[in-house]
Structure formats: C-alpha cells, structure tokens
C-alpha cells in the first residue's frame, strides 16, 4: 500500500462515527439477557410451584438480591467503560447487594432455631447452584467483555470483575425460578460462591482483553 493510500485509510478510519459507549453497553446487556434466558429454558426447568413462590416473600427476596446486584453492578460498568478514573466513592454502590443479603440473613438467624442454621444454609442443591450459575453466566460474561472492548476502561481487570457481577446477577435471577431453596443463608453460601467463581472469571478476562 502507497504512503497516501495508508494515511487516507487511518483518516477515514477516525473519522468513522463510532456508537456511545453507554448505548453499546446497554445493547450488550439486553443481548446478554436473553442469551441467560434461552440458555435457562434450554438446560433447566421451572419450579413446580413458581406461581405459589411468586407470593412468597422468601422467593421474592432473592429477586431483591439478585436483581439489587445486577443494577448496581451495571450502573457502576457504565462508569468503568470510559478512561476516566472512577471516584472510590462510587464503587460504594456494590455494597447495596451485600447489605440486602445481611439484613436478610439477619432477619433468619432471629426468626429460626440455632439448631436449624446448619441445615437451612446447606440446602437440598448446592451444586446445582454452584454448577449452574457459573454456567447461565458464561456466554452473558462473554458479551458484556466484547461490548466493553469498544470502550477504554482505565482499570480492566476491575471492569471484568464487575461485569461479572452483572452476569451472575442476571444468571442467578433465572436460577431462582429453579432453585427451590429460598433461604438467605442459602443464598450468603452458595449463590456468593457461585458470584465469585464467575467474578474472578470476569477478572482474568478483563485483565487479558480489557487493555487498550
């Protein structure tokens, strides 16, 4: 290639309108939505009485959870997505999740028997949470990364971190119309185990294909 025909294609190259990142991110997440969905109806059956669960509080605040950490974990991505420094202030809003969780498991350990702690936080599926959460997140994970390559994180491993936050986030909320174990110390347990797999996956990811 001649010298003017380089410097012509890197010119009209820059001059290509590129989409706002804040769009791009929102679209990534809309398809990594549904990707979680088809791959939950796909491997993994409703619970038999999810129309009696869907008047259940306990069922309910696992959407509260679940769904608290999706939000606060895209808000924050959305931040992270450009190259400028994030405030530590700001990442103050992924502690909403935790705290949801702690005034839920709180409010069990006061309303149950010390004798039954044990046993409710065992469960009767704990790898199946531990299996199928990290799966229902995976190809979720994979998109928010591609969509996030189009901006300029200025901390990538963090910003794969969080996106997995988010994919977990949306995963476990399809896991809850399976899982029938509504306890928050089940929750504190297997499902955080579970986000943490998939988080530290999202870090090394992020590390590796974040960087700009």
């Known amino acids: ?3 003017d025909d380089l410097i012509s294609a890197i010119a009209a190259d820059a001059a290509a309108p590129r989409a706002p990142i804040g769009r791009t991110v929102c679209l990534g997440a809309g398809l990594a939505v549904v990707t979680a ?10 619970r038999p009485d999810m129309a009696v669960a869907l008047g259940d509080a306990h069922f309910l605040f696992k959407w509260a959870f ?17 190259p400028e ?21 709180a409010s069990e350990l006061l309303a149950l028997p010390s004798s039954e702690w044990m046993p409710t936080m065992v469960g009767t599926n704990a790898w199946g949470c531990m299996i199928f959460i990290p799966i229902l997140s995976a190809v979720p994970l994979v998109v928010l990364i591609i969509a996030l390559r189009q901006g300029a994180p200025a901390r990538p491993a963090l910003t ?13 909320t ?3 119309m399976h899982c029938q174990n509504d306890s928050p110390l089940f929750l504190a347990a297997w499902y955080v185990l579970a986000t ?11 590390a590796r294909l974040l960087r700009w």
Request: proline letters at 4%.
């Open 1 to 3: 290639m001649k010298t």
């Open 66 to 82: 679940t769904l608290t950490l999706l939000l606060t974990a895209m808000a924050l991505i959305m931040r992270l997505a450009r």
């Open 37 to 46: 969905a088809i791959v939950f109806a796909a491997l993994l059956p409703m």
């Open 196 to 206: 943490a797999i998939v988080v530290t996956a999202g870090s090394l990811l992020g």
């Open 85 to 105: 420094k994030v405030p530590g202030l700001q990442l103050l809003i992924l502690l909403a999740a935790p705290l949801v969780l702690a005034l839920g498991v």
């Open 174 to 176: 399809f896991y809850a």
């Open 160 to 172: 794969g971190a969080v996106a997995g936050l988010a994919a977990a986030g949306m995963a476990a």
